[in-house]
């Protein structure tokens, strides 16, 4: 079974900045992305970054300058820097994922979702 546990959550006033953190566990060969999604309240659950295991990086453009994923490969954990936050920034956070190869094949994984609220 393989897990994702977010970390870094919590009340900032808008212009700060704030780090998440997510670990990967379990029987884990490989995970091909990791990355970010957010959901405010009455909205959908919308992309905001994603990472490869090389490198390569995805982020929505409302959060482009303004937040950097990065992971660790060794670690199977993937960090998302938050700086100038602003209030639309308001969301449960949540971790996934995605081609993680395990035993019993390719899965894709959810972490149970971390509060980030942006307010004076």
């Known amino acids: 079974q393989v897990q994702l546990v977010e970390s870094g959550g919590g009340l900032v006033q808008p212009g700060g900045s704030l780090r998440l953190s997510c670990a990967a566990s379990g029987s884990i060969f490989s995970i091909n992305v990791m990355g970010w999604y957010r959901q405010a309240p009455g909205k959908q659950r919308e992309l905001v970054a994603t990472?490869?295991?090389?490198?390569?990086?995805n982020y929505a453009d409302s959060v482009k300058g303004r937040f950097t994923v990065s992971r660790d490969n060794a670690k199977n954990t993937v960090y998302l820097q938050m700086n100038s936050l602003k209030p639309e920034d308001t969301a449960i956070y949540y971790c996934?994922?995605?081609?993680?190869?395990?035993?019993?094949?390719?899965?894709?994984?959810w972490g149970q979702g971390t509060l980030v609220t942006v307010s004076s």
């Open positions: 996934n994922a995605d081609r993680v190869r395990t035993h019993y094949g390719y899965l894709e994984v």
């Open positions: 990472i490869t295991s090389g490198g390569s990086t």
